[in-house]
Every structure is written in C-alpha cells, then in structure tokens.
T-cell receptor, first 112, second 115 residues
C-alpha cells in the first residue's frame, strides 16, 4: 500500500531564508509524487510533480523537490522564503488506482 | 490553463436543507472528478470518484444516499448533501483530471455550515 509521511506539522522560517519541508513515502512500485499548496479557505494548487523522469523536479514559485529512492524521500525546498509562501503544504502519492494519498500537511509560517 | 471552478464558495443553511455544490472544469474535459472533505486543520479525505456518464464510486464509510454525486458531462459534476445536519459542516473540495495518472486540478472549495 502507498502512504506518505510529512515529518513536520509546522515549519517556521524568516523571510529570505531557505525552506525545507520533509516528506517520506512508501510505495510498492515506482510512484508518482506531488506537492500541493493550500492557502486559507482555498483549494489546492499543484506546485510540482515527479513521474519517474528527472529526480530533481522544478516547480512554480521557485520551489523544487528531489526524489531520492534510496531514502524514500521527496523533500520540498526553496532557497529564499517570501511572506506569500505562508500556507499549508501537502505531499501526495498516487496509489495503483491513481487516487491521491495525502500526507497530513505541513503549515509553513514565514516571519518578517 | 486547467482551471476548475467550484460554486458556491460558502453556504450557510438550516438543518434539514439539501445543498448542491457544482464543480466545473472551465478549459479542459475532465473524464474523472473527485470530491474531498476537509476538516479543520486536517488533510483531505477522498469521498468519491466520479466518472462522466457512470455512477460514482464511494469510499468506505461515505453514505452514497447522503452525498449524491452526478457527473452528467465532461465539464460538470455536482455534489448534493441531502438533509444536511450540523455534523455535515465541513470544507468540501472537488478536483478534476483529464485521465489516469494525470495531475488533479482543484477547485477553491465550498465552506458548508449547517445551523
């Protein structure tokens, strides 16, 4: 069965400093992995996706994630946080029926 | 591209009312739409998968007679919460995709509050 674990429920950074949101996955086959962002009272916006091509995936708004099979990780990073990055972030894996399996979410707080 | 519109964004109504939520893919044809429920400070829970022209597939524990789903066209799916009660209050989000293993594109959600 597929599952995803987001290791931090909250991450707080200062504006202009790097962001690291951690995600580990479990999958019995080569997975498709996604990161989505949700701003308050909004739906989810796709940041980036990994589908077995390049292991370093670049997304929107300066975010990127690296797929590491040996570590079963798909951590999300950004070199410099903006205030507008404050939101909830979800790491997601698909199962064999292509349904999305969501992590529990990480709330990113950006301090001025 | 890949815009999904969900309407209404917020509903407040009395207990016993039935509420319909619409989900439209504006610039693509969605063979599959999904309905999720999200409780405060929690992740999304898949309620059902809806394929155009066929009956929805409900997840375990979701009452299909309570949450009626219709997917009559490739651009529209509706979720009707029948005889809503306060425990049905939640944030409901739809998503749409052009096919299997393709990204899902999400609507902005509907905040349902039952008094």
């Amino acid at each position: 069965a597929q599952s995803v674990t987001q290791l931090d429920s909250h991450v707080s950074v200062s504006e202009g400093t790097p962001v690291l949101l951690r995600c580990n996955y479990s999958s019995s086959y080569s997975p498709s992995l996604f990161w989505y962002v949700q701003h308050p009272n909004k739906g989810l916006q796709l940041l980036l996706k990994y589908t077995s091509a390049a292991t370093l995936v670049k997304g929107i708004n300066g975010f990127e994630a690296e797929f590491k099979k040996s570590e079963t990780s798909f951590h999300l990073t950004k070199p410099s946080a903006h205030m507008s990055d404050a939101a909830e972030y979800f790491c997601v894996v698909t199962n064999s029926s292509y349904k999305l399996i969501f992590g529990s979410g990480t709330r990113l707080l950006v301090r001025p | 591209g890949a815009v999904v519109s969900q309407h209404p964004s917020r509903v407040i109504c009395k207990s016993g009312t039935s509420v319909k939520i619409e989900c439209r893919s504006l610039d693509f044809q969605a063979t599959t739409m999904f309905w999720y429920r999200q409780f405060p400070k929690q992740s999304l829970m898949l309620m059902a998968t809806s394929n155009e022209g066929s009956k929805a597939t409900y997840e375990q524990g979701v009452e299909k007679d309570k949450f009626l789903i219709n997917h009559a066209s490739l651009t529209l799916s509706t979720l009707t919460v029948t005889s809503a009660h306060p425990e049905d209050s939640s944030f409901y989000i739809c998503s749409a995709t052009i096919g299997s293993n393709q990204p899902q594109h999400f609507g902005d959600g509907t905040r349902l509050s039952i008094l």
